[in-house]
């Protein structure tokens, strides 16, 4: 059976947000440990989260969560900073697969991540990523194969360049509960009395 990883990606300043996103509250923990305990809950192992901006005080809101921590010293240079230190992170600890996911996607669940598991164990897909809002992205599995690409990415790149150039090869889990996230004021203030 394949072992499969998790990197949170949660180095960013929430600059549309005005606030450090992912310590802002949501059922009660920071969104970074909500996080961190969805990542958990699917089973996968190891958990790395990626920090960067307000270092500091991301890792203390994951005190006491059995989650790896990774500081990336280059978060302002852009997402692919952060996957890049993310997926390195991973060069020993000798899994097969890795799913990338945000801090700031509170309606994912760990059995939506799951569910992205159990269909590369079914179709050994390089790229299981999840489909959304007219679009495609994050959480996205991707095969230990696909991990060169992703070492690669330029400095302001996300990983969608990497799914949309697998063509028929990645398969596309819908998944309406990625289409929320929070960038904003306003898209926090939708999350209503979940915060």
């Not at 945000?102 to 164990?121: F, K, N, S, Y």
């Not at 996230?181 to 203030?189: A, L, N, Q, R």
């Amino acid at each position: 059976m394949e072992t499969t990883a998790i990197v949170i990606l949660a180095a960013g300043s929430g600059s549309r947000m005005g606030a450090t996103k992912q310590l802002l509250p949501f059922g009660g923990q920071p969104l970074v440990r909500h996080a961190a305990r969805i990542a958990l809950a699917s089973g996968a192992r190891p958990v790395w989260v990626v920090v960067g901006h307000d270092a500091a005080r991301v890792r203390a809101a994951l005190d006491g969560e059995p989650v790896s921590v990774v500081e990336n010293p280059d978060w302002q240079q852009g997402m692919g900073t952060s996957i890049r230190a993310g997926i390195g992170a991973l060069a020993d600890a000798g899994v097969d697969a890795a799913i990338l996911m945000l801090a700031d996607q509170p309606m994912l669940t760990g059995g939506i991540l799951g569910r992205l598991i159990a269909v590369r164990a079914e179709t050994r897909a390089p790229v299981v990523a999840s489909a959304y809002s007219g679009t495609v992205g994050v959480p996205v599995l991707f095969g230990r194969e696909r991990f060169p690409r992703l070492l690669a990415l330029g400095n302001g790149e996300g990983c969608k360049g990497c799914i949309l150039a697998e063509g028929p090869d990645a398969i596309l889990v819908p998944c309406a509960e990625a289409g929320v996230d929070v960038d904003t004021p306003e898209d926090y203030g939708r999350l209503g009395s979940r915060v």
